[in-house]
C-alpha cells in the first residue's frame, strides 16, 4: 500500500508539473494597445485595460495559472503600434494583444503575431482585409467591419430615393475600406457615388472638405471616420448648413461617446448599425453599470468586446491546457462565445466573430429619459447577414 500511495503521489506531482510547464514562462500575458490620449481615448483607451480587467478578474478564481495585464497607447503611429507589440512579443512574452483601433497597427500586428506563433484580437478596426485576404489562423475580429458598419445602412437609404453620394473619408486603411465597401453598396443598390475626398486622421478643420461635398449636389454626404474627427465633422457639417440646405448625413460608424459629445439636439435622428448597446437588455445592463463604477462612464461596443474577447480567450486558454497559440485559437472556435456582448457567437475559420448588428437611431433630447439613454433600437441584422462570408471576404483560410 505504502509503494501504491508513493508511485500515485509521484504521478500527481509529474501531471502536475507537465500541466504547469504547458503555460509558457509560467503566466498568461495578455497586452492592451489602442490610442490612450488622442481622438480614440474615449472609445477605447484606459476603458479597454479596465474592461479586459474584469474579464481576468471574473475568471482568476478558476484559472490553472498566473495571469498578467499590460498596456500601451500607440498615438496612432503605425511604426510606433508594430514597434510596442515587436517588443511585446519577442522580448516580454506578451501571449495576446488585443484592441489596436487603428487599421494599418492592426495588419502589423496580425503579420507579426503570424511569425510570432501568437495571437492578436482586434476590435475597432474596419478594413475587411484583416478577415480577408490578409486573415491568418492566430487572429481574430471581434467587433466590426466596413462591410458590416455600410451595407445595410447604404442599402436602406438608397431605396428611399437618397441616389448620390459624396465620401468624406478618413485618409488610412479604415477610411480607404468604407469608401469600398460603401461605394459597392450604393452601386449595388442602384445609386451613384459622385465624389470622395479624404482627409488627415485627427484633424480639426473640415472646410475645404464640406464645401466640396456641398458644391456636388449630392443627396448624402457619407463620413467615413470615428471619434473625435467624426464630431466635429458633423459639428462643421451643421455650421455649413448641409442638412438645412437639403443634404443628408450618414454616419456608418458611430459610438455612443460621439453621441454624447455632440449632444442629442445636434445627434438627434442619425441612424447606424452597432454591436452593442448598453442599454439593451437586463444583462447588458448589469454589466455595464459594474463597468460604469469602474470607469466613471458607460461602456462603448470597444469596452464590451474587450471584455468579451479577453474573457473568451482565457477561457480557450483553460480548455487547451496551454497557452500555445494554435491550441488556444482552436478553443476559441470550437467554444461558443457567450457573455454580455453576444449570445451563441462562433469565431469562424477566417477570424470573423460572427454576432447580430443591430440598426439603432439617436433619440431626440425629450425622449430621453435618464442620463445615457440615447439609442432606439430599430431592428437588428442577422450575423450571416451582416457580415460577408469567408470565402466573399477573400480569406485564404476559408473553406
Not at 139 to 155: E, H, I, P, Q, R
Request: hydrophobic share 40%.
Amino acid at each position: 500500500m505504502g509503494k501504491l500511495r508513493l508511485l500515485l503521489l509521484c504521478g500527481v506531482m509529474v501531471f502536475g508539473s507537465y500541466a504547469h510547464a504547458q503555460i509558457s514562462n509560467d503566466v498568461v500575458k495578455i497586452g492592451v494597445i489602442n490610442d490612450m490620449d488622442g481622438p480614440y481615448s474615449e472609445l477605447s483607451g484606459k476603458g479597454s485595460v479596465i474592461a479586459a480587467q474584469m474579464a481576468i478578474d471574473e475568471l482568476k478564481p478558476q484559472f490553472p495559472g498566473r495571469i498578467e495585464l499590460v498596456s500601451a497607447g500607440h498615438q496612432l503611429k503605425p511604426d510606433v503600434g508594430a514597434g510596442i507589440i515587436r517588443r511585446w512579443f519577442d522580448t516580454e512574452n506578451v501571449d495576446v494583444a488585443v484592441d489596436f483601433v487603428h487599421s494599418g497597427i492592426a495588419l502589423a500586428a496580425q503579420e507579426l503575431a503570424k511569425s510570432r506563433n501568437r495571437i492578436v484580437i482586434a476590435t475597432a478596426v474596419g478594413t475587411t482585409d484583416f478577415t480577408g485576404k490578409a486573415c491568418t489562423a492566430t487572429s481574430a475580429s471581434w467587433l466590426y467591419d466596413t462591410y458590416a458598419l455600410s451595407n445595410g445602412l447604404v442599402t436602406s437609404m438608397v431605396q428611399k430615393k437618397l441616389d448620390t453620394w459624396f465620401i468624406v473619408a478618413v485618409d488610412y486603411a479604415f477610411g480607404q475600406s468604407m469608401t469600398n465597401d460603401a461605394t459597392k453598396a450604393v452601386e449595388a443598390a442602384g445609386g451613384k457615388v459622385v465624389g470622395v475626398v479624404r482627409h488627415p486622421l485627427n484633424t480639426s478643420d473640415f472646410a475645404s472638405y464640406l464645401v466640396q461635398a456641398q458644391a456636388s449636389g449630392a443627396k448624402v454626404v457619407l463620413l467615413a471616420s470615428g471619434g473625435a474627427d467624426l464630431v466635429n465633422a458633423i459639428k462643421q457639417s451643421k455650421e455649413f448648413g448641409l442638412t438645412a440646405r437639403g443634404q443628408v448625413l450618414a454616419t456608418p460608424l458611430m459610438f455612443i461617446t460621439d453621441v454624447r459629445s455632440l449632444g442629442l439636439q445636434i445627434a438627434q435622428g442619425l441612424s447606424f448599425t452597432t454591436p452593442f448597446y448598453w442599454d439593451r437588455d437586463d444583462e447588458t445592463r448589469e454589466w455595464s453599470t459594474r463597468f460604469q463604477k469602474l470607469h466613471g462612464t458607460p461602456p462603448t461596443m470597444v469596452h464590451a468586446a474587450i471584455y468579451s474577447s479577453v474573457r473568451h480567450y482565457l477561457t480557450a486558454v483553460k480548455a487547451a491546457g496551454t497557452d500555445e497559440a494554435g491550441a488556444v485559437m482552436k478553443k476559441m472556435r470550437e467554444i461558443p462565445v457567450n457573455d454580455a456582448y453576444v449570445k451563441n457567437g462562433i469565431l469562424r475559420e477566417d477570424g470573423r466573430l460572427l454576432h447580430p448588428m443591430y440598426l439603432v437611431e439617436v433619440k431626440k433630447p425629450d425622449e430621453s429619459k435618464y442620463p445615457w439613454d440615447f439609442y432606439t433600437i430599430k431592428g437588428s441584422v442577422a450575423p450571416e447577414q451582416a457580415f460577408l462570408s469567408a470565402k466573399d471576404g477573400g480569406c485564404p483560410l476559408a473553406k
